[in-house]
């Protein structure tokens, strides 16, 4: 992982952020998604302040879990789409672009620590990122997971590819094809969440995590973890989908259905 340095991320607590909080106490940091009114929708500067965030992470040997949680009744909605169509969003976030692209899935899987997605909000879209690269998930047994790219005549390229880690490939393309709606329940099924839980019940069960993490050797699990990646190896298929992913933005069907959804109308797409 080498997307700041050291002495980038030593001055982690000087830095301005915006789109995401973190909090370190102990073994455990937890990061958390601070866009409730953009529904979390993933802007490219929270991908600056999440890999930020990581890689000092990745530097500090005493992290050894990372929580990803969220503000509000949607833990993400996917990307934003005003910054996908190129409108700009002025923030005051201080940290800077990395030399090296950034892509979520890569920065998520590169730490090599455990990851424990706490989800309390409904979830849609490029959201599933964090589900399909964590390496947990507890979920509140309320919630509904959504799929709708196909809908705004955008296929989630990079979110398939990740969900190949965790559910059954015909599954995965029925979703994205037909682009509705599983139950929690469902969703454990499938392989997409690890545990499901009542929300009084969800904070109980991440401790209870957390710790039986930290009662094993720290130095085993985090070559497990690269072992897994390496085993997986999703790097080059990333940027392949994030390339045809780029190709599906710039068809008229995206711009059509992106459009629509902004209008509230059903799309008119192509013959």
């Not at 937890?30 to 866009?35: D, P």
């Not at 507890?138 to 880690?165: N, T, W, Y």
Request: glycine letters at 4%.
């Amino acid at each position: 992982m080498n997307y700041y340095s050291k002495d980038q991320t030593n001055k982690i607590l000087n830095e301005n952020f915006e789109f995401i909080k973190f909090n370190e106490l102990n073994h455990l940091i937890t990061i958390t998604l601070n866009r409730p009114q953009k529904k979390n929708a993933i802007h490219p500067q929270t991908i600056n302040e999440l890999a930020f965030v990581l890689q000092y992470t990745y530097y500090e040997k005493k992290i050894r879990v990372i929580v990803i949680e969220s503000l509000g009744n949607v833990f993400c909605s996917g990307a934003d789409l005003d910054a996908m169509i190129g409108k700009t969003i002025t923030h005051n976030s201080s940290i800077p672009n990395s030399k090296k692209k950034i892509l979520l899935g890569q920065i998520l899987t590169e730490v090599h620590k455990p990851i424990i997605s706490k989800v309390e909000g409904n979830v849609y879209a490029g959201g599933y990122i964090y589900l399909a690269c964590s390496t947990y998930v507890i979920a509140c047994d309320h919630l509904e997971f959504s799929l709708p790219e196909v809908k705004r005549g955008i296929f989630p390229m990079q979110v398939m590819g990740l969900l190949m880690r965790v559910m059954m490939p015909r599954n995965i393309i029925d979703w994205c094809i037909r682009g509705y709606s599983l139950s929690a329940k469902k969703a454990k099924k499938w392989g997409l969440i690890s545990k499901v839980v009542p929300h009084e019940k969800i904070d109980e069960e991440v401790e209870i995590l957390y710790k039986n993490i930290i009662e094993n050797s720290p130095q085993a699990i985090s070559l497990g973890l690269e072992a897994f990646e390496k085993l997986i190896d999703q790097e080059k298929n990333q940027k392949y989908l994030s390339e045809m992913l780029d190709k599906v933005l710039e068809s008229d069907d995206a711009k059509e259905g992106i459009t629509a959804f902004k209008e509230k109308r059903k799309p008119n797409w192509t013959k």
